[in-house]
């Protein structure tokens, strides 16, 4: 079974910080994302990465960076914590396609960040 | 169906009955449209897709239907079981294997 693990369950944080929200997959696979979870506004793409070192903005990436080191690793970066940012994060994962397919994302538990 | 906003809309039914969770899509580029569903405290998990030029496909208990001219999806859950109660994400895919969400349907089961 695919495994995603998400650092923290439970986070919070006070305005300004840098935080870092770590994912790890154990799956080998080449696709990774982070997306954040609002009531009534579903799952929004933050940022995502199909390769080691690289990287691309999603829908929503400003206020946040990424990082891709290792295959399995992939962080998300808060230079600056705000209250806008308190919200639900979700990492994700799947195997590489070709560009216009599409392979299941495997999620993590979600960290729920609290901004303070 | 989804709507815009805070307001997660709710499909209330009784354990037994059939569910219907319908989602409208927006890219009518777009090659794979999936549901996921996501129980209280846990990542959204696969439930099943449906290529585009598809226009109906059953798993165990669900079957999606797309209709293309109205670009509009449903998710149809047989003989709902309180197991079954959870947020319901329609989703279609991008390049890279993206996907962009829908907002979400909450099924409570009694």
């Known amino acids: 079974d695919v495994k995603v693990t998400q650092s923290s369950r439970y986070l919070v944080k006070r305005t300004g910080e840098k935080v870092f929200l770590e994912c790890v997959q154990d799956m080998d696979h080449e696709n990774m994302f982070w997306y954040r979870q609002d009531p009534g506004l579903g799952l929004r793409l933050i940022y995502f990465?199909?390769?080691?070192?690289?990287?691309e903005k999603g829908d929503i990436p400003e206020g946040y960076s990424v990082s891709r080191e290792k295959k399995e690793r992939f962080s998300l970066i808060l230079e600056s914590a705000s209250t806008n940012q308190t919200s639900m994060y979700l990492c994700?994962?799947?195997?590489?396609?070709?560009?216009?397919?599409?392979?299941?994302?495997?999620f993590g538990p979600g960290t729920r960040l609290t901004v303070l | 169906g989804e709507s815009v906003g805070l307001h997660l809309p709710t499909l209330s039914v009784q354990e037994g009955d059939n569910s219907i969770i319908n989602c409208a899509y927006s890219?009518?580029?777009?090659?794979?449209f999936i549901w996921y569903k996501q129980e209280s405290g846990k990542g959204p998990q696969f439930i099943i897709d449906?290529?585009?030029?598809?226009d109906k496909r059953q798993g165990q208990r669900v079957t999606v239907l797309l209709n293309k001219t109205v670009k509009h999806l449903s998710l149809q859950i047989a003989a709902t079981q309180p197991g079954d109660s959870a947020v319901y994400f329609c989703?279609?895919?991008?390049?890279?294997?993206?996907?962009?969400f829908g907002k979400g349907t909450m099924l409570l089961v009694s």
């Open positions: 994700a994962s799947s195997l590489r396609t070709s560009l216009r397919s599409y392979n299941e994302q495997f």
């Open positions: 449906i290529r585009s030029n598809m």
């Open positions: 890219n009518s580029a777009s090659d794979y």
């Open positions: 990465s199909y390769d080691v070192k690289m990287k």
């Open positions: 989703a279609e895919n991008g390049g890279y294997s993206t996907l962009t």
